[in-house]
């Protein structure tokens, strides 16, 4: 009768903590990062030699629990923070793109409308070139377009800072989750494997693992324990009491270096620092793209001034110029008598004429649209690899969901069996209890 008593109590201490993991898992359902548990259950069955001259006896001792498990696979794992950097990665870079494609068009008021605004109105001075009213409106457009390309670059210019504004806080982000790491890692080693404590600090720790690779590609080990080593370009940058500095500098091409502990290492290919990292360079790529463009622009423009003649018969006098940067363009007059109208063979408006000979295929024009064209063509690029990468993330992460995600229909179903197996482990402690009654009440 013992046995029985002893088999029936085991089976209530069992199915009580399955029950109170299945109540755990419920309670979490809406936790997204917790992974599901369950609680691993094994039979108690013990044999020995009770005494040394017979062979060995078998007895039944009901059942054991060994160990809290995780319903989490590390190939999943891997593989959705592995997707998850991407789609990180080429979100960043498609929201920046796409900054700078505003900050290209200025409000609709972008350096391609002054262009064409400015040509226009040389067509309309051409055929009135003593009207000193088209003749203000054509300085006043000379005006308009400079503005326009100082305006657009002191935009990128604040882009670029904003970029690496945003790639320090993400280092922060990053060496507040190294930290984090570290001292889950000290955690794991102290809490005996198997246990609530255990699983819900690998929960913790799959969490800070997920935050290091949305912003860094590092490479990721497991120790058995559960402990995690983080690695980037053959330096560690958490461990077991190991907690690296991470910080950004920026390179001469916009795109942003990586220091650990002072340590150089790669750039980054994936992750949000990668993402911004390659903003970085584009907007430093359209940064000088711009100064070349208003370069040709100062020289294309003085050049057909000087070909031309003033009304004071003088060759026409330099009309913009810029010494450095395109902070530096700036209309040189805004006297409409330093206008070369006339031919050099006095024609009144025989070199306004030839001012539409700037817009050609290699005018300053025709090369802003074609820039135009190319920034759009790279950011509908970078939207289609977002939406890829959106795709193979979703895809991952119901593939990991459907193992480690908790469902309330399952949940429920073994609540109500478990329930069942408490109920018959203790009919077997009654069992047992009015047997032991109905013997001793025969005596």
Do not use: C
């Not at 029950?19 to 309670?27: F, G, K, L, Q």
């Not at 570290?182 to 102290?190: A, D, G, K, S």
């Not at 819900?200 to 120790?223: P, Q």
Request: hydrophobic share 40%; proline share 2%; aromatic share 4%.
């Amino acid at each position: 009768m013992s046995d029985l008593l002893s088999i029936g109590r085991s089976g209530l201490k069992a199915y009580a903590r399955s029950m109170e993991t299945v109540s755990h898992n419920i309670a979490n359902a809406e936790n997204p990062d917790y992974v599901r548990r369950s609680t691993l259950l094994s039979d108690a069955t013990v044999s020995g030699k009770l005494n040394p001259l017979y062979a060995n006896q078998s007895g039944l001792n009901g059942v054991r629990i060994v160990s809290t498990t995780r319903s989490s696979d590390d190939f999943l794992e891997t593989q959705v923070r592995q997707t998850g950097a991407s789609r990180i990665r080429t979100e960043i870079q498609t929201g920046w793109m796409e900054r700078i494609e505003t900050n290209l068009n200025n409000a609709g008021s972008n350096v391609g409308t002054r262009l064409n605004s400015f040509f226009g109105r040389g067509e309309e001075l051409a055929a009135a070139p003593f009207d000193n009213a088209l003749r203000l409106t054509f300085v006043a457009e000379i005006d308009a377009v400079v503005d326009s390309f100082k305006r657009t670059s002191r935009n990128l210019q604040l882009t670029s800072e904003q970029v690496v504004q945003t790639a320090e806080l993400d280092a922060l982000t990053l060496n507040s989750a190294l930290n984090n790491l570290n001292e889950l890692n000290l955690n794991i080693t102290r809490t005996p494997v198997g246990t609530d404590a255990h699983a819900g600090l690998l929960d913790a720790r799959d969490s800070m693992l997920a935050v290091i690779t949305e912003k860094l590609d590092a490479t990721i080990s497991l120790s058995g324990n559960g402990t995690a080593t983080v690695t980037y370009d053959g330096q560690t940058l958490a461990g077991v009491n190991i907690a690296a500095e991470v910080t950004v500098a920026t390179n001469a091409d916009g795109s942003l270096g990586i220091l650990i502990n002072g340590n150089p290492a790669r750039s980054p290919s994936n992750g949000s620092l990668a993402g911004l990292s390659r903003a970085g360079s584009t907007v430093q790529t359209r940064i000088a793209e711009i100064e070349a463009l208003a370069r040709q622009f100062v020289d294309d423009v003085n050049a057909w001034n000087a070909n031309g003649v003033t009304a004071a018969g003088t060759p026409g006098p330099p009309l913009v110029t810029m010494t450095g940067g395109v902070a530096t363009l700036a209309t040189t007059t805004s006297a409409i008598a330093d206008i070369a109208a006339a031919s050099a063979d006095g024609t009144p408006n025989g070199n306004l004429l030839k001012l539409t000979g700037l817009r050609t295929t290699d005018g300053v024009e025709t090369r802003w649209n074609n820039f135009m064209a190319g920034h759009a063509t790279a950011l509908a690029s970078i939207r289609s690899e977002a939406a890829a990468a959106s795709a193979l993330d979703s895809s991952a992460r119901k593939q990991r969901d459907s193992v480690s995600l908790v469902e309330l229909d399952r949940e429920a179903a073994d609540l109500i069996r478990l329930q069942q197996a408490y109920e018959a482990s203790a009919r077997v402690i009654q069992v047992a209890r009015e047997a032991l009654q109905s013997i001793l009440s025969i005596f």
